[in-house]
């Protein structure tokens, strides 16, 4: 019994940390089984950028090649399929970009091993500089894809304003996860004498022992899921899905960068309208930590996205499009129509 405790514990710590993995493949096998597929990509394959140090990134888009350009980076485990809900819509008024970050989806394997979020930042400028070297673009990112492009802010602050008009950051902190999403469970996952790669191995090692096991732990799932009230079957079982696709070396390689990460002194850099969206439920990165964002943000807004957890985009797809459309028209479309006016005007 204290070993099926201790177990069950561990479970609690890593399915918090870890995007709350766990809970999602215990509750899709709860729910009776394999769910109908979900997830579809936008149907252009741009095949592979070529990042700084020779990563080859997976990128896919849909919509007319001359509108305004919106990238989305997903977040940690995951992939571009995470944004089926929002890309189909969002691609009758604008260029929408998708990629698989490195090691993740159908992305290459980091070169070098470098799975650090600077790393991954560098990514989103390569991909915005293969995509759109010249046009300015709306950048959006989820959780790690979102920090990614804080980490892109820290770099390369020069792309904020010229290239970069505005910023989508969902799911999202600056720094603190560890003491502020996680909360008591720290102490679980990293004892004291313990370091955080050795904690990650440890919870790649039970992700891998909980997705082979055909063991019920469901009452674990309302504890470490991150998904709000409503969330479908088949969406849980679709990250769910994703999550026992993803490489070890995202775990363990991965995760230690993304919990000791702080960004808050490049967070100024974002020098345009930024929208920090959270949902209601997130218990990764709560509504506190949005807010903390939006104050250190130049140009932030806060929208809170009512019955979500932390992937919004999933649960809640026709609410963020909306408010991303909004975002996209005010900083691309807006500016782009009052130019040419402007032309027009001294033409005439």
Request: glycine fraction near 10%.
């Amino acid at each position: 019994m204290k070993k099926r405790t201790a177990l069950v514990s561990a479970g609690v710590a890593a399915g918090a940390l870890a995007a709350g993995v766990v809970g999602r493949t215990l509750w899709k096998r709860h729910a009776g089984g394999p769910a109908g597929p979900i997830g579809a990509v936008p149907p252009e394959d741009l095949g592979r950028v070529a990042s700084f140090d020779g990563t080859q990134i997976a990128v896919r888009a849909a919509g007319d090649p001359a509108a305004p350009v919106v990238i989305l980076a997903h977040g940690f485990s995951l992939d571009a399929s995470v944004w089926c809900e929002v890309w189909p819509s969002l691609s009758r008024r604008f260029r929408v970009v998708t990629f698989d970050h490195r090691s993740h989806g159908a992305s290459g394997r980091a070169a070098n091993g470098d799975l650090s979020l600077r790393a991954m930042g560098r990514d989103v400028a390569a991909v915005l500089d293969a995509v759109s070297p010249e046009r300015p673009v709306v950048v959006v990112g989820h959780s790690m894809g979102a920090m990614a492009i804080l980490a892109m802010a820290e770099q390369r602050s020069e792309l904020f304003g010229p290239r970069v008009a505005g910023v989508g950051l969902m799911g999202a902190a600056s720094s603190d996860l560890l003491r502020g999403a996680m909360g008591s469970v720290t102490e679980l996952l990293r004892p004291r004498a313990g370091t955080l790669q050795a904690a990650a191995k440890r919870v790649d090692g039970l992700r891998r022992a909980v997705l082979a096991s055909p063991v019920d732990l469901s009452g674990v799932v309302a504890r470490v899921t991150q998904f709000g009230p409503d969330a479908s079957r088949e969406v849980v079982a679709h990250v769910a899905a994703l999550a026992q696709r993803t490489a070890s070396e995202v775990w363990t390689d991965a995760l230690p960068g993304l919990m000791e990460m702080d960004l808050r002194h490049a967070v100024p850099r974002i020098v345009v309208p930024a929208l920090v969206m959270v949902g209601e439920h997130d218990r990764v990165t709560p509504p506190a930590a949005a807010v903390a964002l939006v104050g250190q943000l130049p140009q932030g807004r806060l929208s809170v996205v009512e019955g979500a957890g932390h992937i919004p985009m999933l649960e809640h797809g026709a609410t963020v499009a909306l408010e991303l459309e909004a975002l996209a028209t005010e900083v691309l479309v807006r500016p782009a129509r009052k130019q040419r006016n402007r032309r027009s005007e001294g033409a005439a």
